[in-house]
C-alpha cells in the first residue's frame, strides 16, 4: 500500500461501452482487484425480481428489503457478486435483470448502498472500478479517471456478439441500438465524464489496444504517486 488510502482508477462510460471487460483486464495487467459497480446494481434488480416480477410495484423500499442477501466475495483479481453466499455471476445477466437494472440504478437508496459497498473495498485493495459517475460522485479524488465512449451502433454491436456468441445481422444491431440509445436518456444523469477524466472513443479501436492505452496511463499515475 503506497499511502493511507488505497489507490483507485476509475473508468465511466455510458451502457456497452466496454468498460467492465476493459476494468478486468487492466486490473489483471497491474495487479489491482477490479470492482465491477454494476453487478451490484444487477443483483439488487435479480433479488427483487424474485419477489416481484412486475417492474410497475418496484418501489425502493421493495429493493433495498432484499439487498441484505448480497456481497461481494474477493477473488484473486475481481470480486464475485454472491446472493444468499451463491455465486450470482450468471443470474444477473438475464434479459430480465438488464431490462429491469437501470431502473433499480436510479434509485438514490440503492445508490447509496451500492457506494458503500465500493467506498468499503477501496479501503482494503488498490481498485479499477467501473460503472456511472465514478469519478464525479463515487471517487472524485481516484487517481486516474477515465471515461469511455463508443458510437452506439457498434456498442450495439459488441452487445449482441457477446450475448449470441454470432454474428449478429443489421437488424438486430439496430433494434438493439435503439434500445442502447433509451438507456443512454435514462442513464444520463449519471453518466456524466469529470473534468479531469481522460475521454477514450473505442470505436475504432480492439479492445487489446483501449486495455493497452489505460495500462500504460495506469503505470503512470501509479509511478507518479510513488515519486
Same mark, same amino acid.
Request: overall charge negative; cysteine-free; hydrophobic content about 45%.
Given at each position: 500500500?503506497?499511502t $493511507?488510502?488505497?489507490f483507485?482508477i476509475a473508468i465511466d462510460?455510458p $451502457?456497452a461501452?466496454?468498460?467492465?471487460s476493459?476494468a478486468q483486464?487492466? +486490473?489483471?495487467?497491474?495487479?489491482?482487484?477490479h470492482?465491477d459497480?454494476?453487478?451490484l446494481?444487477?443483483a439488487?434488480?435479480?433479488?427483487?425480481?424474485?419477489?416481484?416480477p412486475?417492474?410497475?410495484?418496484w418501489t425502493?423500499a421493495?429493493?433495498?428489503?432484499?439487498?441484505?442477501?448480497?456481497?461481494?466475495?474477493?477473488?484473486?483479481t475481481s470480486?464475485?457478486?454472491m446472493?444468499?453466499g451463491?455465486d450470482a455471476s450468471?443470474?444477473?445477466?438475464s434479459?430480465?435483470v438488464t431490462?429491469?437494472?437501470s431502473?433499480?440504478?436510479?434509485?438514490?437508496a440503492?445508490?447509496a448502498?451500492?457506494n458503500a459497498?465500493?467506498?468499503?473495498?477501496?479501503?482494503?485493495h488498490d481498485?479499477?472500478?467501473?460503472?456511472?459517475?465514478?469519478?464525479t460522485?463515487?471517487f472524485?479524488?481516484?487517481?486516474l479517471?477515465?471515461?469511455?465512449?463508443?458510437?452506439?451502433?457498434?456498442?450495439a454491436r459488441?452487445?449482441?456478439?457477446?450475448?449470441?456468441?454470432?454474428r449478429?445481422?443489421?437488424a438486430e444491431?439496430?433494434?438493439?441500438t435503439?434500445?442502447?440509445?433509451?438507456?443512454?436518456a435514462?442513464?444520463?444523469?449519471?453518466?456524466?465524464? +469529470?473534468?479531469d $477524466?481522460?475521454?477514450?472513443d473505442?470505436?475504432?479501436?480492439?479492445q487489446?489496444e483501449?486495455? $493497452?492505452?489505460?495500462?500504460?496511463l495506469?503505470?503512470?499515475a501509479i509511478?507518479?504517486?510513488? +515519486?
Amino acid at each position: 500500500m503506497r499511502t $493511507a488510502t488505497r489507490f483507485v482508477i476509475a473508468i465511466d462510460g455510458p $451502457a456497452a461501452s466496454g468498460k467492465s471487460s476493459t476494468a478486468q483486464w487492466v +486490473a489483471e495487467q497491474i495487479g489491482f482487484h477490479h470492482v465491477d459497480s454494476g453487478a451490484l446494481y444487477r443483483a439488487a434488480t435479480a433479488v427483487t425480481i424474485e419477489v416481484e416480477p412486475n417492474p410497475d410495484r418496484w418501489t425502493e423500499a421493495l429493493v433495498m428489503e432484499h439487498t441484505g442477501s448480497i456481497t461481494l466475495a474477493p477473488s484473486r483479481t475481481s470480486f464475485v457478486p454472491m446472493i444468499a453466499g451463491l455465486d450470482a455471476s450468471a443470474v444477473i445477466r438475464s434479459p430480465a435483470v438488464t431490462r429491469g437494472v437501470s431502473l433499480v440504478a436510479q434509485m438514490p437508496a440503492v445508490r447509496a448502498w451500492v457506494n458503500a459497498h465500493l467506498h468499503a473495498v477501496s479501503q482494503i485493495h488498490d481498485i479499477v472500478v467501473d460503472g456511472r459517475d465514478m469519478g464525479t460522485v463515487v471517487f472524485p479524488n481516484a487517481a486516474l479517471k477515465i471515461f469511455l465512449i463508443a458510437d452506439p451502433w457498434e456498442r450495439a454491436r459488441r452487445r449482441l456478439v457477446q450475448s449470441l456468441s454470432r454474428r449478429p445481422t443489421d437488424a438486430e444491431i439496430a433494434e438493439e441500438t435503439d434500445a442502447l440509445v433509451r438507456r443512454d436518456a435514462r442513464d444520463a444523469m449519471q453518466t456524466v465524464q +469529470a473534468k479531469d $477524466a481522460i475521454l477514450i472513443d473505442t470505436t475504432t479501436l480492439t479492445q487489446s489496444e483501449q486495455v $493497452a492505452r489505460i495500462v500504460a496511463l495506469a503505470e503512470a499515475a501509479i509511478d507518479r504517486a510513488s +515519486a
